[in-house]
């Protein structure tokens, strides 16, 4: 052995000496100092018990996790004679912990369920600095980029503490531009058309989505990406959004959407797998339109309402336990489909729990659900169900969960997330029809039973419109919605009509859907009615005047196939109505239809076709009225006056029996350099308001009238901007013409 080795063994020795040397039996655990807190509670955090051995390096450790327990302000541990003396003072209690400086209840309780610091828990100041960042984390997604958090701690006796958690708000954080960048293809207006959030402007002082809020700008991502997949661009990359400040000021913020489209794609081949016993016959329209997708554009949502009718044809056939899906193959820049129909998991619904309902009530949801405890589950079932759920439009989120049993059936729990349902709204508009304002209160799940209220005030040059509805969406725990509205309109037609009207009534009425996107809708409406005639109005139409009481019964269908109700692209509407009298002074058989079909025939371009008719005629002899004829709206005849078309007595243009129109409009590209928030499109307008019944010798024109124009959408600083330059094609002689057009402002 070399010296070298005897030395390490020397200093190993001696060291495995020293350890035993300075361990020692702790015979005694003495505390001190605590009064609220137990000693078997210190000596749990401790971690240390008699008849251990006691080393040097225990008393920062008993030192450590005293501390960490937050139990105590000052602690002090020493070892003497195999006792260890524990010396602790205790934290604080707190008493009770005040959020001041906002209002809402919703952010107070969000704020006290996330705070570290309790009522009747220990105080520890080193846990504010933590708090204020957590206060300011829950403000954020509302908006409050800027707040201001003071906590203030007051000193009570008996050792207690009063936290006052004192809030600034500040300003609001406003969105005062939203742009994109990137590959981003489409114009800035026509994305910004497609998110929630919308750039503040002065008249939009009430909405809501002017603001910064975390929440609406992660659905704004998922609605851009959704956009992108329904044109083609299957590999589209929402890579960030972001908030860049502009205006310190007012807390203006400028919101960056990064985005990278990529390639576009077109359908390939189009393939269906159907289980063998599968009658294929009931798929020919699906086969027939997989032929006609062979190149056209990529599109989420034609993949999307192609397996909606195959999932419709299994419900049909009433195979429960099939589900369809899309296998997708990608290369170049196409995408071969193949639908698949197979079956699913087999297993019995034992519950279906809701969750996370606080304000609304249960019934409310469980409405909505097509598949009910007991039931064999169907997947298609169950997914539409959600989907009914979100429709309901009172919920911030909604997710659902199977869960398993022992017993080899499964539960669902849905869960849902509620969100503030009232709103305040005011609008206004200017242009060449004179100024509208409007205002509103509207609150869409009262009571938590999914009730909507809406009071709506409308004053126009023409019209002083007052109006309060209710409607329950589910009346009696069913499908159907019904609805009771009382409305007072005053309506002064005198320089153009001859006439003036005050109607006051009521009414109410359900609809449920009839079949697939067709709703079908019944009602009633009563109202008292005053018409007024100047003193130039003839002796046919003084003969009106005087009081009215009236009863209508109303029925409708509405079929709508829409690719969305805003800035539509593609499918079709088509809307019918009747008012059929029951009691009235006046037996007046009203009648409305409209149809509008929109194609997207190219990017940017979308052409759009319409149709509008209306009728008022008498089932008796009398005459139609004059509150009841039918005049030609002017956005459907652009080129003419607004009532400036029809049958006229005397100087007074007096409405017909009868009114169509047929518009066709088409987008064009963008012509104008950096004009992103400009769209231009180029449209026909045809039209006739025809029909007098009181007197065969007024001028009837039958002659159709017809217009051809250029038609601006601009969204200005100060609001929306709608022009018509519009020239007639063919006129009366009687007709007033309008070339120009044009209406600033924003109404609801």
């Known amino acids: 052995m070399n010296k070298l080795n005897v030395i390490l063994l020397s200093i190993i020795f001696n060291l495995i000496f020293l350890s035993f040397s300075f361990s020692e039996i702790i015979k005694k655990i003495q505390i001190t100092g605590n009064s609220r807190i137990s000693n078997e509670t ?83 100041n080193l846990f504010l600095a933590e708090e204020k960042k957590i206060i300011q984390s829950k403000l954020k997604p509302a908006g409050y980029y800027f707040s201001k958090i003071d906590p203030y ?20 954080s406003r969105i005062g531009k939203i742009s994109f960048i990137g590959d981003k293809i489409f114009k800035d207006n026509k994305l910004r058309g497609v998110l929630v959030s919308e750039e503040y402007k002065f008249w939009k002082f009430i909405s809501g989505k002017k603001f ?16 992108y997949l329904n044109k083609g661009y299957y590999n589209v990359e929402i890579n960030s959004s972001f908030a860049k400040l502009i205006d310190e000021e007012d807390s203006s913020f400028e919101l960056i959407y990064n985005i990278n489209a990529n390639q576009k794609y077109v359908f390939n081949n189009i393939t269906l797998d159907l289980p063998i016993d599968f009658k294929k016959e009931n798929f020919e329209n699906i086969l027939t339109l997989f032929s006609k997708l062979k190149g056209e554009t990529y599109s989420l949502y ?63 949801i469980r409405n909505q659900l097509l598949i009910d405890e007991g039931d064999e589950f169907n997947s298609i079932l169950a997914s539409k169900s959600i989907n009914n759920i979100k429709a309901l439009r009172i919920f911030e989120s909604v997710e659902s969960k199977i869960i398993d049993n022992e017993d080899n059936t499964k539960n669902i729990d849905i869960t849902i997330k509620e969100k503030a349902t009232g709103e305040v709204m005011a609008g206004a508009g200017v242009g060449t029809d004179g100024t509208t304002m409007s205002f509103a209160i509207k609150e869409n799940n009262y009571l938590g039973r999914g009730i909507n209220l809406n009071s709506q005030l409308t004053i126009s040059e023409e019209t002083i419109k007052g109006q309060f509805s209710v409607s329950n969406p589910n009346f009696r725990n069913s499908d159907k919605s019904v609805n009771l509205n009382i409305q007072s309109l005053e309506t002064d037609k005198l320089s153009n009509a001859g006439y003036k009207t005050n109607k006051t009534g009521f009414g109410f009425g359900t609809s449920f859907e009839y079949q697939d996107d067709v709703i079908f809708g019944l009602g009633q409406e009563s109202f008292y009615e005053k018409i007024e005639t100047n003193s130039s109005a003839s002796t046919r139409q003084k003969s009106q005047e005087g009081n009215y009481w009236d009863t209508f019964i109303n029925f409708s269908l509405d079929y709508d196939k829409r690719n969305q109700k805003y800035k539509t692209t593609d499918g079709f509407r088509s ?174």
Do not use: C
Not at 212 to 227: S, T
Not at 616 to 645: H, Q, Y
Not at 694 to 721: A, K
């Open 42 to 124: 210190v000596l749990m955090f401790s971690k240390i018990n008699e008849g251990q051995n006691f080393k040097n390096l225990m008393l920062n450790e008993i030192l450590k996790n005293l501390y960490d327990s937050n139990f105590f302000s000052d602690v002090s541990v020493k070892f003497e004679n195999n006792i260890i003396k524990i010396n602790v003072e205790e934290a604080p209690l707190i008493k009770d912990i005040k959020i001041t400086g906002i209002k809402a209840k919703k952010f107070k309780k969000l704020i006290r369920e996330s705070l570290i610091l309790k009522p009747r828990g220990s105080f520890n």
């Open 575 to 748: 809307f019918y109505s009747m008012g059929l009298p029951m009691i009235s002074e006046n037996n007046s058989l009203k009648n409305t239809y409209v149809l509008s079909y929109y194609n997207e025939l190219y990017e940017n371009n979308v052409t759009k076709f319409s149709f509008y008719g209306k009728s008022a005629n008498s089932l008796t002899n009398d005459d139609v009225k004059l509150s009841e004829r039918v005049f030609i709206p002017s956005s459907r005849l652009r080129g003419f006056e607004s009532g400036g078309v029809g049958p006229k007595d005397g100087n007074d243009f007096i409405g017909g029996n009868y009114v169509t129109a047929v518009n066709v409009s088409s987008t064009l590209p963008q012509i104008l350099p950096n004009a992103q928030n400009i769209d231009v499109s180029m449209f026909l307008d045809a039209g006739n308001v025809w029909g007098v019944d009181y007197d065969s010798s007024l001028d009837d024109s039958n002659t159709v009238r017809s217009s051809i124009g250029v038609g601006i959408d601009w969204f200005t600083l100060v609001g929306p901007l709608s022009i018509s330059l519009a020239h007639p094609l063919s006129k009366a002689d009687t007709d007033r013409t309008e070339t120009f057009k044009f209406n600033l402002g924003t109404t609801f």
């Open 212 to 227: 910064l809020q975390e929440e609406l700008i992660k659905l704004d991502k998922r609605l851009l990406k959704n956009f």
């Open 153 to 172: 701690v007051e000193i009570l006796d008996d050792n207690m503490v009063s936290i006052d958690y004192r809030i600034n708000l500040g300003e609001k």
């Open 302 to 364: 034609i993949i999307e309402n192609i397996l909606d009718e195959i999932d419709k044809i299994i419900l049909d056939e009433e195979y429960k336990t099939l589900e369809s899906k899309v296998v997708e193959n990608i290369y170049e820049n196409k995408i071969d489909l193949n639908f698949e129909v197979a079956e699913g998991e087999k297993f019995q619904v034992k519950r279906i729990n809701i969750l996370g309902n606080n304000i609304t009530q249960e019934n409310v």
